[in-house]
């Protein structure tokens, strides 16, 4: 319409007057005198349904058909000899109700109430030769009728059975079923049925008129004056079934001031008008992106809490190798949808309660760094447990415990790091364009400059704050900050963890930095946000809903708007371990094992096939920081280790180790002027087989 309206208007002579006359000769389309007005005005509704505007919801209607339709078929299909018997009666009965149907025909009954009249005629008038004649042409008739009818089925009868003697297998049956299928319709009463009545087991049963009721005793949507219902959602998409759940596209009505936001802001209050669970609601918004807009919700209900089916297993478990540059598979959603996650150039923050699966799940991006050579870890596990104990097979740095001596060792693993990333900056920004675009690695840069990937992975930091003073507790939080802040444009992974979600154990000046996020259940919505970011509960992303029951579930954030409940895989610690073994064969084979790897003897002697007694190898672990230790301190740190030492006593561990074949040179050890019965690191390391001590 503009077209038609402008195009002459530019056109148009200067001329004041050939102007006016120009416009006069001019009519607009939308003029209510234009008889064309009304064909030509295009129309601002929509050609397709709803359903079927985007690809989503044709995708999501033609996948719930299916399902439904494979259930029937199932349903159905269990039940066939049930309904083969009762079209067996049916047919029967059929027969039976058709046979007494055509026998008046056959018997030619039409004729008999004439002849039985002209009896009782000539009963009554016994002389009268004209009634007895008609009677007799009457009884004649109704013989003539009797024969060509009966002839007439028969010879139906024997034509069709000598088709069917020469027609194909197929045929026979066709005809068989139709024949039966007529008998059946004849003997089908009204009130009978073939089929059962089936219906999908749905334990929530959901339509539009629910959604708008429960949206709007949350105050959602405005509540309507007398018979008026008052405004409702615009159901873009369902509700319909999608997996094993209820899924609806939705927009809020205009002229109520609420907003996609208000809508997550609410889960619980909807969950609770739904009749579910909190847990079992999962929304979120629909952006610009994806043909959304501020009002535009999506909303899947399932039946059951989606989180408490047996966690999937890792497929990493399986693979010999793998790239970092490739996306790590983490766990799955609430559809049972695979979430991976892209780590290059990225930082990652777990928290979360005790015992909730967060180490695990944490350890599903370390375990990745394993099977790709050129990536080389720093392993901090300040809980000195056994979930890190064989990272000694693989990194170059490995901190155990949050005793002195540890955070000593630690504080140098920063100092280390920091220069590492100064000197690759440098290395960087020599490099010509051509080899380095964007001032940070490429496979070609790291393969070439032997610049690998750095995994630095913190665990339980909470325990190193509190070893710490606040002076060296802000030097360490500004340490790894920058490390977080600079670092990934050199190849530096930060992977942190801690299970005390507050301020102290998790700064706001490292916090929020971290692009990628994952938090178990904690207990509100605060130490939610403390871990996941500021204002993400309010967003839908809160971990405060999960329960004691969802181990290893946790809310994934990704980005300022991106997150997802998500049950990660499940990586055993033997596994684990198993994937340790794998990425120091990787690393010997491309020339990549370096640092504490490389000579630590525990691992040279798991790797070279050697039996070394377990409290050797885990004294050795708990001493790896220091070159003697008092016996008390090794028998506390190995109880850590490993509950099972937690009735050792001096004696017991002396025996073990004598029996393991450490001779100590002295019994006593002088540590900061206490000289207690201890062992030295050089005496332990010298009971291991003289192969693998090599120069060492």
Same mark, same amino acid.
């Given at each position: 319409?503009?077209?038609?309206?402008?195009?002459?208007? +530019?056109?148009?002579?200067?001329?004041?007057?050939?102007?006016? *006359?120009? =416009?006069? *000769?001019?009519?607009?389309?939308?003029?209510?005198?234009?008889?064309?007005? *009304?064909?030509?005005?295009? %129309?601002?509704? %929509?050609?397709?349904?709803?359903?079927?505007?985007?690809?989503?919801?044709?995708?999501?209607?033609?996948?719930?058909?299916?399902?439904?339709?494979?259930?029937?078929?199932?349903?159905?299909?269990?039940?066939?000899?049930?309904?083969?018997?009762?079209?067996?009666?049916?047919?029967?009965?059929? @027969?039976?109700?058709?046979?007494?149907?055509?026998?008046?025909?056959?018997?030619?009954? *039409?004729? =008999?109430?004439?002849?039985?009249?002209?009896?009782? /005629?000539?009963?009554?008038?016994?002389?009268?030769?004209?009634?007895?004649?008609?009677?007799?042409? @009457?009884?004649?008739?109704?013989?003539?009728?009797?024969?060509?009818?009966?002839?007439?089925?028969?010879?139906?009868?024997?034509? @069709?059975?000598? #088709?069917?003697?020469?027609?194909?297998?197929?045929?026979?049956?066709?005809?068989?079923?139709?024949?039966?299928?007529?008998? =059946?319709?004849?003997?089908w009463s009204d009130e009978a049925r073939i089929l059962d009545h089936g219906i999908p087991p749905l334990r929530i049963a959901m339509d539009a008129a629910q959604l708008n009721d429960a949206l709007r005793a949350t105050g959602l949507l405005k509540q309507g004056k007398g018979d008026d219902e008052g405004p409702k959602v615009n159901c873009i998409m369902g509700p319909l079934r999608d997996g094993n759940g209820w899924a609806v596209l939705f927009d809020l009505p205009k002229g109520g001031g609420k907003t996609a936001a208000d809508v997550l802001a609410k889960r619980t209050a909807i969950a609770a008008e739904l009749g579910v669970d909190e847990i079992q609601v999962i929304m979120s918004r629909v952006r610009a992106v994806a043909g959304g807009n501020a009002g535009r919700v999506s909303m899947w209900v399932a039946d059951d809490d989606p989180y408490l089916s047996p966690p999937t297993t890792s497929p990493m478990e399986a693979l010999d190798t793998f790239s970092i540059w490739d996306a790590v598979p983490f766990g799955q959603d609430a559809r049972g949808n695979r979430v991976s996650i892209p780590i290059v150039w990225q930082s990652m923050f777990f928290g979360g309660l005790p015992r909730r699966g967060k180490t695990f799940s944490q350890r599903l991006l370390t375990a990745a760094g394993l099977l790709d050579a050129h990536v080389r870890h720093y392993v901090c596990d300040f809980k000195g447990g056994q979930?890190?104990?064989?990272?000694? +097979?693989?990194?170059?740095?490995?901190?155990?415990?949050a005793e002195e001596d540890a955070i000593l060792a630690f504080k140098a693993l920063l100092k280390e790091l920091l220069r590492e990333m100064e000197r690759r900056f440098t290395i960087l920004r020599g490099l010509?364009?051509?080899?380095?675009?964007?001032?940070?690695?490429?496979?070609?840069?790291? =393969?070439?400059?032997?610049?690998?990937?750095?995994?630095?992975?913190?665990?339980?930091? /909470?325990?190193?704050?509190?070893?710490?003073?606040? /002076?060296?507790?802000?030097?360490?939080?500004?340490?790894? #900050?920058?490390?977080?802040?600079?670092?990934? @444009?050199?190849?530096?992974?930060?992977?942190?963890?801690?299970?005390?979600?507050?301020?102290?154990?998790?700064?706001?000046?490292?916090?929020?930095?971290?692009?990628?996020?994952?938090?178990?259940q904690v207990t509100d919505q605060t130490s939610s946000d403390m871990v996941l970011g500021k204002g993400k509960a309010a967003q839908g992303a809160d971990a405060s809903v999960l329960s004691e029951e969802h181990k290893g579930v946790g809310v994934l954030v990704t980005g300022p708007a991106s997150f997802v409940t998500v049950k990660a895989d499940m990586l055993e610690t033997a596994a684990f371990n198993t994937m340790c073994a794998k990425g120091r064969t990787l690393r010997e084979q491309a020339g990549q094992l370096t640092g504490d790897a490389a000579n630590d003897p525990s691992a040279i002697a798991e790797a070279s096939g050697f039996t070394v007694s377990p409290v050797l190898s885990d004294c050795l672990s708990v001493m790896r920081h220091s070159p003697k230790m008092h016996t008390a301190d090794i028998l506390a740190r190995l109880e850590n280790l490993d509950e099972d030492y937690g009735d050792w006593d001096a004696e017991r561990l002396a025996k073990e180790l004598d029996d393991a074949g450490v001779k100590r040179t002295t019994k006593q050890v002088n540590i900061g002027g206490k000289n207690l019965a201890g062992y030295r690191r050089e005496d332990l390391e010298a009971a291991m087989p003289t192969e693998l001590l090599g120069d060492r």
């Open positions: 319409m503009t077209d038609i309206l402008t195009k002459p208007l +530019q056109d148009a002579p200067q001329d004041a007057e050939d102007a006016q *006359d120009a =416009t006069q *000769d001019v009519e607009a389309v939308d003029r209510p005198d234009n008889p064309l007005a *009304d064909w030509l005005t295009v %129309p601002d509704v %929509p050609i397709l349904p709803a359903w079927a505007r985007n690809w989503t919801s044709v995708r999501a209607n033609s996948g719930a058909l299916i399902k439904v339709g494979w259930w029937h078929t199932r349903y159905h299909g269990l039940r066939t000899p049930k309904y083969a018997v009762k079209v067996v009666g049916y047919s029967a009965r059929g @027969a039976y109700r058709g046979g007494r149907r055509l026998w008046p025909v056959l018997a030619a009954q *039409d004729h =008999t109430a004439g002849i039985k009249a002209l009896r009782v /005629q000539v009963k009554a008038k016994p002389d009268d030769v004209v009634l007895a004649a008609q009677a007799v042409v @009457a009884h004649r008739e109704r013989t003539e009728a009797r024969r060509w009818r009966w002839g007439a089925a028969l010879g139906l009868a024997s034509a @069709a059975a000598v #088709a069917l003697n020469y027609a194909t297998l197929g045929l026979q049956l066709a005809a068989g079923c139709m024949m039966c299928g007529g008998l =059946t319709a004849i003997g979930d890190w104990i064989q990272m000694r +097979q693989v990194a170059h740095r490995l901190v155990l415990g010509p364009t051509s080899i380095c675009p964007e001032g940070k690695l490429t496979p070609e840069i790291v =393969t070439r400059y032997n610049m690998p990937f750095i995994l630095f992975t913190v665990d339980e930091l /909470q325990e190193a704050f509190l070893a710490v003073d606040d /002076q060296e507790r802000e030097e360490i939080i500004n340490d790894m #900050a920058r490390i977080a802040r600079r670092g990934p @444009a050199a190849g530096f992974i930060s992977n942190y963890a801690s299970q005390r979600p507050d301020a102290k154990s998790v700064p706001t000046k490292l916090r929020e930095i971290i692009t990628i996020r994952y938090s178990t």
